[in-house]
């Protein structure tokens, strides 16, 4: 009997897609969104080819590298690999995407020990994974060390058990109909500016962001990887400044996605202390999709989570009316913004997992 040897490649990073080399990096956009399709339904939680590109060309602030798992030359399963380059980060973020097809003849196994020994070559101490579940009850449900949330049980929660993975945190998949009655959020947006007062005002642009404004969103922007809820996922604290907001908005804009910044000033000190984030595609009436959101910790309770929300979906609904809704992440424990969300009008429609391994 003929044995088949699986063969795992490094993922080419071309200069476009439109080289002879782009083959296997259109395959992983490809591949990105038959998982998501598969875990959840909703292929659009996955960027395509175009939009991942410029990202993965630039390893100024993360590496990102792949894997590309091959039985008989055809693509069985890929995984991608990001390593943030803050001097004191830990862990290396996996993504692994083997389709239903393949799984459970030692594709995922092998992907898994590949990206595992990367992280160890790399100094990474802690391996990160993220899991896509349906909205529904199973016979085993799962539920993370901060005991918000849960999800059910799937080969892929399955296999990081085995693993030694520990499920930290739920995140929730949220949607919002943008073809809805926009009138919830002015009255919400209204009342909120109200509530805050005049030592808050709203600032609004389209990326990429003012000159004169950069380093102020560069010090909001670092404040989400500290004072966003993330359980013990071992996350290192960014450090920003205006150069790497031109880097990162170069990389967001590359592939012709447009982005919306709704921030909140405070007058008396002139910091931008909340802001949110919608992004779309090149195709302008795709989903849309909400990016960064926080509230600096020592202005929560002012309700700028539901300006900074309320007015850029209000602006959305106009800069693109071909746009029918928008998605978001957001974690189980994260109450406050949960309930922003729930009182504008989102609705769960898919839970990720959040996990954690160290080596």
């Known amino acids: ?26 395959a992983y956009g490809d591949l990105n969104r038959l998982i998501c399709d598969e875990a959840v339904g909703i292929p659009d939680l996955a960027p395509d080819a175009a939009q991942m590109l410029p990202d993965w060309q630039d390893d100024t602030d993360s590496i990102d590298l792949g894997f590309v798992a091959r039985l008989e030359g055809r693509i069985v399963g890929m995984v991608t690999m990001a390593f943030a380059q803050e001097t004191d980060a830990h862990a290396a973020e996996v993504d692994l995407l083997v389709p239903a097809e393949h799984w459970g ?6 992907l898994m020990e590949r990206a595992e020994e990367e992280a160890r070559a790399r100094g990474r101490s802690v391996v990160q994974i993220w899991s896509l579940h349906r909205p529904e009850e199973a016979e085993r449900m799962l539920v993370p060390r901060t005991g918000w949330g849960r999800i059910p049980a799937i080969p892929l929660s399955d296999l990081l058990e085995s693993r030694g993975f520990v499920l930290e945190q739920v995140e929730r998949n949220s949607e919002f109909d943008l073809r ?5 959020q002015r ?28 380093e102020g969103f ?12 993330s359980g013990d996922m071992d996350f290192a604290a960014e450090h920003w400044d205006a150069d790497r907001v031109v880097r990162r908005e170069a990389r967001l ?5 447009a982005v919306s910044v709704v921030a909140v000033r405070h007058e008396p000190t002139g910091e931008l202390v909340a ?27 002012h309700r700028l989570g539901t300006i900074v929300k309320c007015a850029n979906l209000l602006r959305w609904r106009e800069l693109m009316p071909l746009s029918a809704v928008v998605s978001t992440f957001n974690a189980e424990e994260n109450r406050p913004m949960l309930s922003i969300n729930e009182a504008i009008g ?14």
Do not use: C
């Open 1 to 26: 009997m003929k044995t088949v040897a699986l063969t795992i490649d490094r993922l080419i990073v071309p200069a476009s897609l439109e080289n002879a080399d782009a083959a296997d990096f259109r």
């Open 105 to 110: 003849r030692g594709v995922e196994q092998a």
């Open 180 to 184: 809805g009655d926009a009138e919830p």
């Open 187 to 214: 009255k919400a947006l209204a009342d909120a500016l109200a509530f805050a007062g005049s030592d808050y005002r709203v600032v609004e642009w389209m990326m990429p962001t003012p000159p004169e404004l950069r």
């Open 218 to 229: 560069a010090a909001v922007l670092a404040r989400l990887s500290t004072d966003a809820p």
């Open 253 to 257: 804009t590359a592939a012709g996605q």
């Open 275 to 301: 802001y949110n984030e919608l992004l779309i595609a090149a195709d302008r009436s795709g989903v849309t999709h909400q990016f960064g959101t926080l509230v600096s910790k020592d202005h929560r309770g």
């Open 346 to 359: 989102f609705v769960p429609v898919s839970y990720a997992g959040a996990w954690q391994k160290k080596i």
